[in-house]
């Protein structure tokens, strides 16, 4: 068995203030899909970023709340 991998999420405003910040020790997978539930945080309808990042990738997606 592998190591765990560190991914940290952040997701942002269209202005840039940071909303939320976790980090997941997750366990390598030969094929690694994941999914992160949003419908517990309290984000105001618009438009955010979200940034994923584990050792050396960062995936930076542009998402919509609509409430």
Do not use: C, W
Not at 25 to 33: K, M, R
Not at 49 to 63: G, H, L, N, P, W
């Amino acid at each position: 068995f592998g190591t765990a991998t560190i991914v940290d999420v952040r997701i942002y405003d269209t202005l840039g203030r940071l909303y939320l910040a976790r980090r997941f020790a997750e366990e390598p997978q030969t094929t690694s899909t994941g999914s992160l539930d949003l419908r517990g945080l309290s984000l105001p309808s618009g438009q955010y970023y979200i940034a994923f990042s584990a050792q050396d990738r960062q995936v930076v997606e542009k998402i919509s709340v609509i409430r």
